[in-house]
């Protein structure tokens, strides 16, 4: 852009000495961790119709606020993806939930957030998705609600008496098939569920949203399905609505693929948590009914690993 400005006037006059010559304001539109603002060219020109170049200083660098947030876990490494910092220090699905909400939207459209837009590329798009895998299950001990770590919030969502079960379809040999059943949900916006296996005994092999899945039965779309697993047994899957409205009923969310790894693999998998958002971002935990051969000591000893050392080995996938 360009400023000029000048005395007019049929009296020469000039002026001498040191001011304010232009305000410029600008909106920030995009998104970035900055800026820089520097005068290219500059032109005096005097009583006399001379014209010279004054010396041009550094150019400005100004700080935009309303980034996403970079965090630290306790060795240092940086976190990316901790969307709600003020609820809770951990990269889980409630940040999975905002990422997925504001998904496919782009910078100046209402959909987008800057919060979710984790490369700062002013799109919300696949990159975002595997940055925020790649930091699933991170826990940020600069975060504001570090003190609280895993604190839900108080208020409950309107899924209280929703279910999740858990069924079994032994279809090749070798290879478990499950798929993860969700009952009595209303408004339901998106979901997280954490299902521990033996990992002695049974290989992950993939994640994967069914056909005619319940989020997207009625005509929404549902484009992320988040997958992190570890080697401790344990796989986390996620999935929200980007676009359309909530759902309520019952059906199937998602389904596992394992391979046994003996002949005689007992069938031990358990759903650890489940949790079920609305639009208003109130969740609740759902509590599993059909365990299948589970080891509550087993399973609570997991719950308290995971609490001490949580270390996921991201595998995003999509449908
Ligand atoms: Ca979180
Ligand atoms: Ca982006």
Avoid at 107 to 123: H, I, P
Wanted: proline share 4%.
């Amino acid at each position: 852009m360009s400023l000029v400005n000048a005395i007019l006037g049929r009296e020469l006059a000039g002026v001498s000495g040191s001011g304010i010559l232009a305000r410029v304001t600008f909106r920030v539109r995009g998104s970035g961790e900055s800026t820089h603002l520097r005068i290219s060219d500059a032109s005096l020109i005097d009583v006399t119709y001379e014209k010279t170049s004054p010396q041009i200083r550094d150019g400005v660098t100004i700080a935009l606020i309303d980034v996403p947030s970079v965090y630290h876990d306790k060795e240092g490494e940086e976190i990316r993806g901790l969307i709600l910092a003020e609820t809770d220090p951990r990269v889980d699905f409630n940040d999975f939930m905002i990422l997925a909400q504001h998904f496919g939207y782009s910078s100046g459209e209402e959909g987008y957030d800057t919060r979710a837009d984790l490369n700062v590329d002013d799109r919300i798009d696949f990159a975002d998705f595997l940055i925020f895998a790649g930091n699933f299950g991170k826990i940020a001990v600069d975060a504001p609600s570090f003190q609280g770590l895993g604190r839900l919030p108080d208020a409950p969502g309107s899924n209280r008496e929703s279910r999740v079960s858990l069924r079994t379809d032994r279809s090749d040999e070798g290879i478990v098939r499950l798929f993860v059943d969700f009952a009595m949900v209303s408004e339901l916006q998106g979901w997280g569920l954490t299902l521990g296996y033996n990992s002695d005994e049974f290989t992950f092999i993939e994640g994967f949203a069914p056909e005619g899945n319940l989020l997207e039965a009625s005509g929404a779309e549902a484009p992320l399905f988040l997958v992190c697993t570890d080697s401790k047994g344990r796989v986390s899957l996620s999935s929200g609505i980007s676009r359309g409205e909530a759902v309520t009923g019952s059906g199937a969310v998602a389904g596992l693929s394992f391979r046994a790894k003996t002949e005689r693999s007992s069938e031990t998998f358990k759903v650890l948590e489940a949790i079920l958002f609305d639009p208003d971002q109130l969740t609740n935990l759902v509590s599993n009914s059909k365990a299948m051969g589970s080891n509550p000591e087993r399973n609570e000893r997991r719950e308290r690993s995971r609490m001490l050392k949580s270390v996921s080995s991201p595998v995003p996938t999509t449908h």
